[in-house]
């Protein structure tokens, strides 16, 4: 079974600082992880994935996750924030290289201070 | 390319009745999956089509079904609606081979009163 814990329900970031949003996972197989976020009203749009190989993922937007197997771990970063940033982020995992089937953080919100 | 198109966007239903949403994939892409967006449990697989055949499925009761047609357009169903029902209901194309992302519609927000 695979589940996903995101640490924090909300983050508050000025723009231009850091952003760093944290998740951990627990797989009974070798996980394939995901983060997607979903501006209102809208659906999901995958930022990046990992499958194999290289443990450090860079997505779209300038996002980039590492995949930490020994703390079983798959944090969101972006060096500098921008107000397009503003959006609910989930972390997911799946048991299968596609995303199917995927089980999903409860999720992150991110507001960006002016 | 239009993207996967959900209709109804909006509906209200009463407890006990019965809905059916529509899912219209991107072009070429065969496989469409189903998620529940609720405040409570968060997004939560339903299930997933490939070429009219189920090959994933959730944890659901059997009230929710669904199905896939040649076009891979995919309807949902969901019987003898009950208030925990009340969601946002997104479906997710993909060509389904190895290696290919989902892509999200906006959903279709389900009141049930």
């Known amino acids: 079974a695979q589940s996903v814990t995101q640490l924090g329900s909300h983050v508050s970031v000025s723009e231009g600082a850091l952003v760093l949003l944290r998740c951990n996972y627990s797989?009974?197989?070798?996980?394939?992880l995901f983060w997607y976020v979903q501006y209102p009203n809208q659906g999901l749009q995958l930022l990046l994935k990992?499958?194999?190989?290289?443990?450090l993922v860079k997505g779209i937007n300038g996002f980039e996750a590492e995949f930490k197997k020994s703390e079983t771990s798959f944090h969101l970063t972006k060096p500098s924030a921008h107000m397009s940033d503003a959006a609910e982020y989930f972390c997911a995992v799946s048991p299968y290289v596609n995303d199917y089937k995927l089980s999903f953080g409860a999720g992150t919100t991110v507001t960006v201070r002016a | 390319k239009a993207g996967v198109t959900q209709t109804p966007r909006y509906l209200i239903k009463t407890r006990g009745q019965q809905v059916t949403l529509s899912c219209s994939p991107i072009s070429g892409h065969r496989s469409v999956s189903w998620y529940q967006q609720t405040p409570g449990q968060g997004l939560q697989f339903l299930f997933e089509y490939f070429s009219e055949t189920q090959r994933n499925k959730g944890n659901f009761p059997g009230r929710f079904s669904g199905r896939q047609f040649s076009n891979s357009r995919s309807e949902m169903n969901v019987s003898t609606l009950e208030l925990g029902d009340s969601a946002l209901y997104l479906c997710?194309?993909?060509?389904?081979?190895?290696?290919?992302?989902?892509?999200f519609g906006s959903g279709t927000q389900l009141s049930v009163l």
């Open positions: 797989s009974s197989v070798p996980p394939y």
């Open positions: 990992y499958t194999t190989g290289a443990t």
């Open positions: 997710a194309s993909s060509p389904g081979t190895e290696n290919e992302k989902l892509f």
